[in-house]
């Protein structure tokens, strides 16, 4: 019976403790700092892309005549 009581405070606390870290972080704004870095881009696209080799041929459609 008295882990009961035990499980049922260490629960409550955790409840408490969570609600508790949300007021905070909403009162400090936190939240919209995820929405900021969600829409910054990962890479540029021109340093993704390799360079041309100067070997075949430039076009898709050269390569079919």
């Known amino acids: 019976m008295n882990v009961l009581v035990l499980q ?3 629960s409550l606390m955790l ?6 870290l949300f007021i905070y972080s909403m009162r400090h ?3 919209e700092q995820a929405d900021r870095l969600a829409l910054f881009p ?3 696209d ?7 080799s100067s070997d075949g ?4 459609s050269a390569s079919q005549e």
Do not use: M
Not at 46 to 52: G, L
Not at 57 to 60: C, H
């Open 8 to 10: 049922v405070f260490v």
């Open 15 to 20: 409840v408490a403790s969570s609600v508790l």
């Open 29 to 31: 704004r936190d939240h």
């Open 42 to 44: 990962l890479e540029e």
């Open 46 to 52: 021109s340093a993704a892309r390799p360079a041309a």
């Open 57 to 60: 041929p430039s076009s898709p």
